[in-house]
């Protein structure tokens, strides 16, 4: 069966340090993956979607990047993190053959930017 | 703009009863409609969708209900249990490919025995 693993579950980081977060899928080949993020009191928001390695697409201008070194590899990047970074951010997969496929989403982790 | 709207942020609801969320959406070309359900601490977990060509499908207790007309869909969960006291999203996507997801707010729905 196909898991998703998301860590660190939380993190407290100072404004202007970097930000590293990573998500790995497993028994599944070419998932969609995806960073989504929700703020306080808001809907999920897509930052970031990837349907093959290297291939990102950013949905929101922002201070955050988003990398794919490996078929089930994802990682959420920032150089210099903002307060308004903070919230709650989910990686998820779907199938990459049938459009209409759910998502299937990590536990999340949680970012307090101080 | 938020394209997904729930607009009630919470409901209480008595175990045994009918729970009815609703979810309304502005973009006409959303083709396809999903419910998450999420805990605390947990990412959202895929409970029932609904393509646009139906207008209603049911899965043991969860049945969602579609109005492409009034650009309205819900979620009935009949009867309510405990378990299901969660937060729920509604979530929809259109013909853009890879599973480009626009959530609503959310509901948190509390069964209370």
């Known amino acids: 069966s196909q898991t998703i693993h998301q860590w660190p579950a939380t993190l407290v980081q100072p404004v202007g340090s970097p930000l590293s977060l990573e998500c790995t899928v497993e028994?599944?080949?070419?998932?969609?993956l995806y960073w989504y993020r929700q703020a306080a009191g808001r809907g999920l928001q897509l930052l970031f979607y990837?349907?093959?390695?290297?291939?990102i697409s950013s949905e929101v201008p922002q201070n955050l990047s988003a990398s794919r070194p490996q078929d089930r590899q994802f990682i959420l990047s920032s150089k210099k993190l903002l307060l308004s970074d903070s919230g709650f951010y989910l990686c998820?997969?779907?199938?990459?053959?049938?459009?209409?496929?759910?998502?299937?989403f990590g536990n999340g982790t949680r970012l307090t930017v101080t | 703009d938020q394209q997904v709207k729930q607009n009630s942020p919470s409901l209480s609801v008595q175990e045994g009863r009918i729970s009815i969320l609703n979810c309304d959406y502005t973009?006409?070309?959303?083709?396809?409609f999903l419910w998450y359900k999420k805990y605390p601490a947990e990412g959202p977990t895929f409970l029932i969708s609904?393509?646009?060509?139906?207008d209603k499908n049911e899965d043991g207790r969860f049945t969602v209900f579609l109005n492409k007309s009034a650009k309205h869909l819900s979620l009935h969960i009949v009867p309510s249990q405990p378990g299901d006291s969660a937060v729920y999203f509604c979530?929809?996507?259109?013909?853009?490919?890879?599973?480009?997801?626009?959530f609503g707010q959310g509901t948190r729905l509390t069964i209370n025995p």
């Open positions: 998820a997969w779907s199938g990459w053959s049938s459009y209409n496929s759910p998502l299937h």
């Open positions: 028994g599944t080949s070419n998932p969609n």
């Open positions: 990837s349907v093959g390695i290297g291939q």
């Open positions: 973009n006409s070309m959303f083709d396809y």
């Open positions: 609904i393509s646009s060509i139906k």
């Open positions: 979530a929809a996507s259109g013909n853009q490919g890879a599973q480009k997801l626009v």
